[in-house]
């Protein structure tokens, strides 16, 4: 090896190890030092969003990270950082970096098992029934209205033409009092126990009465019902299950908390 090769090498090599350690040391922007330490978590945090490794993004990263230096720095010279509402959102930020961890943890020593989950799920399966109903209904205020519609349905009258036109339940009238397909446990009871006496194209011959009125109910089909099986629910049920442990949480704290 000549020595204008070696020297070379040798350059190389210095560059090398001078990047390294200005990169162990992380980044000062007017004295003011930004740690590795910010930069690996800027890092992971891309990798993990399925962003590649490369020179492209480190240095996107460092020349983001020196640009929120600037910027910050030039705030806080402003005085920006005293004003109460800025101070107010810094410290609601805080707030959340603090929830989002102790959530963390919380999920960390409290884990869901595959056989919590599973249980969840057969309760479930046992609480939908064998079948579904797809429904119409026409709710109106008074025990005379709902009888006046029987009686009207019985002479030719259209039922989706009357729910549209008396119907007090927002949510259906406009399709003509259609609840879609549902198990009959999703309705209160006394609403659930008239469906499932029907028969397909019947409608109710005298009024029910719920907490929302009286209906007039239509039983347009029913079917088998369709259960997702355990590894097409477990995902959900997961989400569920973490919710549930999330608000027993908060329960649990405020239980013992002193809230004047």
């Keep these: 090896m000549n020595t204008l090769r070696t020297l070379q090498l040798l350059l190389i090599a210095a560059g090398t190890v001078t990047a390294l350690a200005v990169q162990a040391q992380g980044i000062k922007v007017n004295g003011i030092t930004i740690p590795q330490s ?3 978590f800027l890092l992971k945090n891309a ?6 490794d490369t020179p492209e993004l480190r240095n996107q990263i460092r020349e983001e990270l020196i640009n929120r230096e600037l910027l910050s720095q030039e705030a806080a010279k402003k005085g920006l950082d005293k004003n109460a509402e800025v101070a107010m ?25 595959d056989e919590a989950i599973r249980k969840e799920y057969d309760q479930a399966k ?14 109106v ?37 259609d609840l879609g397909w549902a198990s009959p446990r999703r309705y209160v009871p006394a ?16 009024p029910v009465q719920t907490q929302f009125g009286w209906h007039v109910i239509h039983l ?3 079917r088998a019902m369709k259960i997702p099986s ?3 629910a477990k995902p959900q049920l997961q989400q569920m299950m973490r919710n549930q442990m999330v608000q027993k949480a908060v329960s649990d704290l405020r239980a013992k908390a002193k809230i004047e």
């Design 38 to 40: 910010k930069i690996d």
């Design 191 to 206: 609403f659930g126990q008239a469906l499932t006496k029907l028969k397909k194209g019947q409608t109710t011959e005298t």
């Design 89 to 113: 959102q810094i410290d609601m930020q805080r707030q959340g970096v603090l929830i989002n961890a102790y959530l963390q943890d919380y999920m960390r020593t409290h884990p869901i098992t």
């Design 230 to 232: 355990f590894d097409e």
């Design 220 to 222: 347009d089909d029913e």
């Design 47 to 52: 990798i993990a969003q399925g962003q590649a």
């Design 141 to 177: 205020e008074k025990e005379d209205e709902a009888k006046d519609i029987i009686a009207q349905l019985k002479r030719g009258g259209n039922f989706e033409k009357i729910a549209a036109d008396r119907s007090k339940d927002q949510g259906s009238k406009a399709s003509g009092g």
């Design 126 to 139: 046992a609480q939908a029934g064998d079948k579904e109903y797809r429904a119409r209904h026409i709710l």
